[in-house]
């Protein structure tokens, strides 16, 4: 039967549209979705509706008529389909059809019915609205409103209308500020219910046994929670305040701001306050490189941090940035024969931006997922864990935890300091115990103490003044105690793996002849400090190419010697625990199996006493402060909290470090820090040195002097004979030392004078991460030196103004007395007199001194009658 008046015409070859879906339900609303059909000639579609009645369907209703130019429908530039249909009524249940029209008339095929489609209550309202989005959704128009626009019309203008950049930041700053609220509050749908962000992360964290630092880690992976694939796209398509709007661009900023929102979260920040949304926008700022932003020079806003800025100005710098390489990258599509909106080109753009990766170049087009997945596993991708963590790729994610990720009590400077002298106190132990037993008996026979109770009370007092007057001066300069020189603490970070090795060498060589186990325990240290150096250059091997020594192996035989070394400390610390817990302390037993046999009974012990029962449990507390120490001074925040960053330093630090750009001018606190740190080029020259070749003098050295010195070695040679021979040694060690330095001196002679130095003494930093920083750091030292040529100097300007004033007023006092009536009669000026000498004949010099005497009394006798 016929529906309408309208006459009756066949269907067009074209296939029919697939069946709507429901998107969002209201009171008196349906909203559906469907994918356009790829045929230029449908410009129109047309919908019916049955309603639901006792359980069947009614009679079709009449097809309204809807196209693109209608403001109730959204087109994307997938050329999918959103629609919203009103005034039905509440509690009705709908199944609809569509079919496509043409410009000359013809149909398609009616569609497939849809599902089910059901209104809600009255009083249930509508369904979530978008914070902001007050705007109600039109009805569909009759297909006599107003003239049809085709889909590739729509195109067109989607393409066509960006052309000027403040248009398309306007519509980026509209589109990220509607997807921030969506993505922080959550979206209730139908089909599916997203939490919000505190619920999320509350999820995360159960998932992950409570456990903060594997929720982020979970974040970071960037993983898709398939929210994408339900009906989340269309929704948020249909409103958005911006028509014609890219899938594309609305799945990455959904999936950015979400996930750093999450991370933002779990490290304890507000995302509904106005400073954690503005570092949030920050994120989504591509970083630098070849062809992307971060390389501008600094501007005027340069020394202003981001805490000066709201959030809405940070949006508009994101989104005029975003928008400035969205049109670069179309202008390379276009170049290349790809024709994309502005829209479309800025979700490239940040899908690009999601997965580049810092050891590949950067080009639009290529992206290297696989690498950037690898590189999110610290093990497989040739980096250590704390490379893993300083590098990374520099995603949103990344941004996110270097902008939101609390600073950690382990990483203070103080607590260095104190594992520092937890794994040195075994040497301060033993140099105690040489000045109890060597020097206090001489300085007893040598020195009489012979104080009255008197003088020991006032010494007591003066103590007492000191010690208070100490504890005043700490706590007012607390801030400024835990901060040491810039190149030692290079120096010590440097020399920390060879120092270890040192020591361990040489405590495994003592231990040899007191009891396997401290010879075990040397070993121990000895992996640790090779461990960390190890790990060190690899890492320099896995980001900069740089060749390592043969002694250093790869990553596999690498985790090989992690696994044993975990398996040694295990079997310390089960040893410790029978021999000296239960054994000695307790006194359950008197087996020995590791440590040093006991004495019987009457007899004194043979073991040294730096090796005695106590000093077991010191050097276990000992290697495992030197663990931890070694490990965490791998971290780049470490090294930079020692060299005295404060913490509110750190996020622009790391977002530096890392190669960010400056969206509001971060930076400059970061610069400044940077050229304060930066030790000479001979003292960075030796860091580097230290780094690469301190772990085979921390070897050789030890070993060699134990070798010469034992005399079950080379120690019972004639010294004749040994002094030479230990001469020889040290000319070789000493000569390829040197040799060493001057290699390393010549392959980076071109660094180590430039004015950014010392970014190469920083770990863990990407090639193209150091290339920026490092021309960042250039421009900014010679503007410095730009601005202080340019600026006089205070005290000078002080000593000029001085001299002239002086100058000025003597000048003006003489002339003042020789313009008096009467000065020159008798006298006569100086010019006068020196003239009248000059030309006078048969002058003598006598005359002209006396006149030159006589005028000089007569001015020193006015002045002091005035």
Known sequence: CRLDKQPVCTAIDSPAPPPPELVKNTSHSLTFSFAGVEDHRIVAYQVRRYEGWMGRWGRASSPFQFNADLPGVRVTSERRWVVTIEDLQSETTHALQLRGITSTGHVTKWSSWSEAMSTLRESHGDCM???????????????????????????????????????????????????MDYATSGVQLPSITVPSISERAASLLQENRCSNAAAVDMVSKFQDDGTWKSKLPDFLIHQ?????????????????????AVIAH?????????????????????????????????????????????????????????AKA?????????????????LEATGLVLREYSVASPFSEFKFGEIDTQLAETLSMAGSAGLSAAAAEDTGPPNPTRVARALFKPPKAEEHPATILCLFALWLLPLFVSACRFAAKRLLPLLAQTIRMDLSLAGIVVLLIVAQIIGVAIIIWIQEIVDRMIRFPATFVFVVYAAAPGASIWLATRSMLKGLVVAPCFALLGLYSLGTGYLRWADDLLDDNTLERRAVPRIVWGRRRQAYAVRVHSILWAVLVSDFIIEE??????????????????????????????????????????????????????????????????????????????????????????????????????????????????????????????????????????????????????AVLGHSASSSFAALWHACEGHLEAEYRVLHLFPHMSPQARDWACDALSQAVRQSTKDKATEPDGMIWAAVAMVRGTTSWAVSSIAGVLSRPGSTQGRGSPLLSSANTTTMPGGSAAHSASHGSSTAGGLRRRTASK
């Not at 978008?130 to 109600?136: L, V, W």
């Not at 006599?144 to 930041?169: H, I, R, W």
């Not at 911006?242 to 701001?257: D, K, M, P, Y």
């Not at 969205?326 to 502005?342: E, I, K, L, Y």
Request: proline letters at 7%; one cysteine or more; hydrophobic letters at 45%.
């Open 129 to 179: 609205e978008a914070p902001g989005i007050t705007a109600p959704f039109p009805r569909l128009a009759s297909p006599a409103s107003g003239p049809s626009v085709s889909v590739s019309q729509v195109g067109k203008a989607v393409d066509m209308g960006f052309e000027s950049a403040n248009d398309l930041t306007e519509k980026l700053k509209a589109i990220i500020a509607f997807i």
């Open 240 to 260: 958005a305040p911006v028509a014609g709007c890219s899938t594309l661009l609305l799945r990455e900023l959904w999936q950015n701001l979400r996930h750093c």
């Open 266 to 322: 779990l490290y304890g920040h507000d995302t509904q306050s106005s400073e954690t949304r503005a570092l949030l926008f920050t994120c989504l700022l591509p970083q630098c490189g070849d062809g992307r932003l971060g390389t501008e020079a600094p501007d005027a806003t340069w020394g202003t941090t981001y805490h000066t800025f709201t959030d809405g100005q940070i949006l508009e710098r994101v989104a005029n940035d975003l």
């Open 326 to 342: 969205s049109f670069v990258h179309a202008t390379s599509m276009r170049n290349a024969g790809h024709t994309v909106g502005g």
């Open 581 to 730: 817990v239960l054994g000695q302390w307790c006194g359950f037993h008197s087996v020995r199996l590791l440590g040093p046999p006991q004495a019987p009974a009457g007899q004194e012990t043979t073991t040294p006493a730096e090796y005695q029962p106590p000093a077991f449990a010191l050097f276990i507390a000992a290697a495992a402060a030197h663990q931890h120490v070694l490990t965490l001074t791998k971290r780049q925040t470490v090294l930079v909290r020692m060299l005295g960053a404060r913490c509110s330093q750190l996020p622009n630090l790391r977002l530096f470090l890392m190669g960010a750009p400056s969206v509001t001018g971060q930076h400059a606190e970061a610069l400044s820090f940077l050229r304060n740190v930066s030790p000479s080029k001979w003292w960075c020259c030796l860091v580097l040195f230290l780094r690469r070749w301190g772990a085979v003098g921390g070897v050789l050295i030890p070993l060699s002097l134990y070798v010469l010195r034992d005399p079950q070695h080379l120690g019972a040679m004639p010294k004749e004979t040994l002094v030479p021979l230990a001469m020889a040694i040290g």
